[in-house]
T-cell receptor
Framework: DTGVSQNPRHKITKRGQNVTFRCDPI?????LYWYRQTLGQGPEFLTY????????KSRLLSDRFSAERPKGSFSTLEIQRTEQGDSAMYLC?????????????FGNGTRLSIL | DAKTTQPTSMDCAEGRAANLPCNHS???????VYWYRQIHSQGPQYIIH???NNETNEMASLIITEDRKSSTLILPHATLRDTAVYYC????????????FGSGTQLTVLP
């Protein structure tokens, strides 16, 4: 069990650029979640996948954000036309499907800084 | 999901037990209590969860009151590496719902 892996760990970009983050969940975890965390706050839910299906999206997920999980394994989160307010830590978590009370396990996140 | 209330910060001496309280007075019968912690610049780390019975694992113990309106996370012998923000979260059982984090408790373990 290598845990949830996120890449890159840090991303610095200019406002208006597009960025893409990747999350590799724990092997055989069917459920995958994206969260965003700003300084001094707890993580906030963005979206949730069960296998390749995106089943829930938060109101925080504006139309500049898109997430995919094409083969039900890794997932990507893309932000188009980045804004200053997008600066945050983006966290990915996964959990197994078959036992609903199993905890989510988090990666160490991608820290995005918008210049 | 029920709302939780935690103290903003706590200190604990190294080697002593750290007792972190959480109030969840509006919890319903089908909601579990989960504890996570987050060390600076890392993702949240799962610690323990429970429904109504006390639970213990290699990291901590979880004590849930009989009326389930509050719980306490116990780190039996705190070390400097236990310094982190600790989050208490309740979530409905049998669902795939996301976790709703509050502001948590900043635990500082002092040498």
């Amino acid at each position: 069990d290598t845990g949830v892996s996120q890449n890159p760990r840090h991303k610095i970009t200019k406002r208006g650029q597009n960025v893409t983050f990747r999350c590799d969940p724990i092997s055989e975890h069917n459920r995958l979640y994206w969260y965003r965390q700003t300084l001094g706050q707890g993580p906030e839910f963005l979206t949730y996948f069960q296998n390749e299906a995106q089943l829930e999206k938060s109101r925080l997920l504006s139309d500049r954000f898109s997430a995919e999980r094409p083969k039900g394994s890794f997932s990507t989160l893309e932000i188009q036309r980045t804004e200053q307010g997008d600066s945050a830590m983006y966290l990915c978590a996964s959990s197994p499907l078959d036992r609903d009370n199993q905890p989510q396990h988090f990666g160490n996140g991608t820290r995005l800084s918008i210049l | 999901d029920a709302k939780t209330t935690q103290p903003t910060s706590m200190d604990c001496a190294e080697g002593r037990a750290a007792n972190l309280p959480c109030n969840h007075s509006t919890i319903s019968g089908n909601e579990y209590v989960y504890w996570y912690r987050q060390i600076h610049s890392q993702g949240p780390q799962y610690i323990i969860h429970g429904l109504k019975n006390n639970e213990t694992n290699e990291m901590a113990s979880l004590i849930i009151t009989e009326d389930r309106k509050s719980s306490t996370l116990i780190l039996p012998h705190a070390t400097l590496r236990d310094t982190a923000v600790y989050y208490c979260i309740v979530r409905v059982t049998g669902s795939a719902r996301q976790l709703t984090f509050g502001s948590g408790t900043q635990l500082t373990v002092l040498p």
